[in-house]
């Protein structure tokens, strides 16, 4: 059975896991990547789908400003495990993150995708044109969804990420760990 739930702490090394195999080590170089890196997701926009337990699909959503428009929402990246595809999961995960995002106030969403997929769920390319992503992009799959009618009237300008940033990683806790993964280490050594 598929759930679609909040994503967790626990969950963010199949999560990563997932992306890789669905996108390679090169969608660190996507443009949308530029929106995300160093930030946090939106409140509550991380969801993962599960079967028995196991993460098969990922969306998470992000905060950003639409050019000289609205604070808007990115969404992405979305991937489902290829051995579960074409079985609706992402579409409970597109229908559940929209949903969620609406709920929670949010005005407009924007994405850089195949229009041949989104546009069932109502993104499409018309008010995206006076839009621009912080580096190459596809025009034609700069897409985007109004949550509040008209909410991307005469959005003109640069997108850019406007999430909290991630905390820095604690150098102090890097080293303990690095001291005990060495100490295990030592002790496996000595022990073999
Ligand atoms: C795109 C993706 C998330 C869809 O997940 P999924 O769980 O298989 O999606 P669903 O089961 O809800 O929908 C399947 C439908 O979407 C269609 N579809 C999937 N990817 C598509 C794409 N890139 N363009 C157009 N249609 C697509 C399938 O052909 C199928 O069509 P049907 O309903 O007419 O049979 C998944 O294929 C994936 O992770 N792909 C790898 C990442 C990727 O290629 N993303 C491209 C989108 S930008």
Do not use: C
């Not at 969950?11 to 443009?31: M, P, V």
């Not at 950003?64 to 992405?76: D, H, R």
């Not at 008209?150 to 300008?157: C, I, K, P, Q, V």
Request: proline residues 4%.
């Amino acid at each position: 059975m598929v759930t679609i739930r909040e994503e967790k702490l626990a969950d963010i090394d199949a999560r990563e896991a997932l992306l890789d195999q669905a996108y390679g080590a090169e969608r660190f170089a996507k443009t949308s990547e530029r929106l995300r890196e160093g930030r946090l997701p939106a409140d509550g926009l991380s969801l993962v789908a599960t079967v028995h337990g196991r993460i098969v699909g990922t969306v998470r959503l992000w905060n950003i400003s639409a050019g000289a428009g609205p604070a808007a929402l990115l969404l992405g990246p979305l991937a489902v495990h290829p051995d579960h595809r074409n079985r609706g999961i992402g579409t409970r995960l597109m229908q559940r993150a929209v949903a969620r995002a609406r709920l929670a106030g949010h005005r407009a969403i924007i994405l850089v995708g195949d229009a041949a997929y989104y546009a069932r769920f109502g993104f499409s390319a018309g008010k995206t044109g006076a839009l621009w992503m912080p580096g190459s992009f596809e025009r034609q799959r700069l897409l985007a969804l109004e949550l509040k009618p008209g909410a991307l009237d005469g959005a003109r300008g640069l997108i850019g990420g406007a999430g909290r940033l991630a905390p820095a990683p604690d150098l102090a806790a890097l080293l303990a760990e690095d001291r005990r993964t060495e100490r295990a280490r030592a002790r496996r050594v000595r022990a073999a």
